[in-house]
Every structure is written in C-alpha cells, then in structure tokens.
C-alpha cells in the first residue's frame, strides 16, 4: 500500500476543534490512509507563531479515534526525550487498543532547544536517550518483565495490555543518525521533504527500507508530484494541504485527480 496521510491542523489560530474534525472526517471520506498530529508542548517566542497554540498530540488521536473509523491514527512526531519511556509506552498501548490498531507512532529527538530547557531536560544527548526509549518501549510491547539501560532499569515488572500488532514506530528526522535509528529500532523513516530527492538519498543508506516523507502538497500537477516521489522509492506521502493545513478543496482536488484515478506508479 502506498500511504497517503494528511497532517492535521491541531495547531494554529482558529477553532482547533472544528478544524481537526472536519479534516480528519475529509480525509475518511475522500480515501486517504492516515490523519496525522504535530507535538509541542512549551515554545519559546521563536517558535510561538506556529506553534505557541497546539492541542496536544496523542490526546487529539485518541479523541478522533471515538469520531473515524477507518482512517489510520499518527503522530507526527512524538518528542520522544521530553517524554517518559513507560509512560509512552502505556499511552500508544492503549490508543492501540481502543482506536481499533490504527496507530502508527511517529517519533523523533526534537529540534528546540529552549523547550528542553522548560523541561529541564537536557538537550545534548538526547539522540542516544532515544535510541534508549525505544528499546525499552519495545521491551514492554513485547511483554519482557526486565530491562537494563543506561537511563532506565527494571526487573520483575509486568506491563499490559500488549498491543497486537506492535505500533508501528515512524523515526522523523532527516539527519544521519535518523536514518540509523530508522534502520536499527524503526519501522518507517518519516523525514520532512522539499523534494523526491530525499527520498532518493535516503535509499542509499537504508537499502529495502520503507521511507514516508512529510511534504506539502503543491498547487498544481499532483499527478506527476506523488509519480516522482513513487519513482523516487517513496512508500508513501504524509500531506500538509494549504498554509493552515485545513484546505479542504485542496484535499477533494488531491482525491479526485490521485486517488480517484489511482496511484501513478
């Protein structure tokens, strides 16, 4: 399946709540494969334009899972050090659960430094306390009773429910050590792309991996668009459609000329 998502506008000015459900239920509607939501959680005023207002990730997922049906829940991304391993771990477990296994969970090591600051949460190191988190999510999924890390140890513990199937784990971020990460503790390597060159590259170093980019759709020839991202080795697109990111005509144009008449290959 080549997956087409749509990320949704959980940010912003405006009705938040209106905007999210009424692009959730287009994309339903009109046939794509997934929604997707953008995580923030404190800002500096460098960021504050965009995302100084943001619902939070996962709860939006887990709201829209009691308002769709079919489409596919993600997050796009998870800031995985200014989280908890176990907590998260329960939290994915459980919208796993309750959505009906439609989670993918996209995760990355974040890129605004004052926000860690906020957290108290260092900033260096970060990548390899990832790599750590995910090992022991993991751990717990697969119902191990015992880890030991660097960060975080346990020994007869006992974790459920066990999510079946595994949430499938996105690794954002577009630099080297994204890439390893995708390839040694992944699923899917979802980085953000301005073009099918990206993707290209990324095959290079992660040969027979599947890569999803995040992109923006343009405003014209969709058609030859998704076709060079498909040539290019993509396994599928995750959409940003219009400045707001809730433009819904752009999303029936994008149904109608791609997915109505198929997938170019």
Known sequence: MFELGVILPNYGSGDLRDRVLRVAEAAEELGFHSVWSTEHFLVGKEAAGMFGRILDSLTTLGWLASRTERVGLGASIVILPLHHPVRLAKEAATLQELAGRRLRLGVGVGWHEAEFRFFGVPFRGRGSRADEQLRLMRALWSGETEFHGR???????????LPDPLPEIWIGGGSARSLRRA??????????????????????ALPGGRIVPRVRAPSRDL????AAYRAAGAAGLVIRFGEDGDDLEAMRRFAREVIAEGVPA
């Open 151 to 161: 960060h975080w140890s346990f020994s007869g513990a006992h974790f459920g429910p």
């Open 223 to 226: 058609t030859g668009w998704v």
């Open 183 to 204: 390839r040694e503790l992944g699923d899917v390597w979802h980085p953000n792309a301005r073009d099918p060159e990206v993707v290209s590259r990324g095959l290079r």
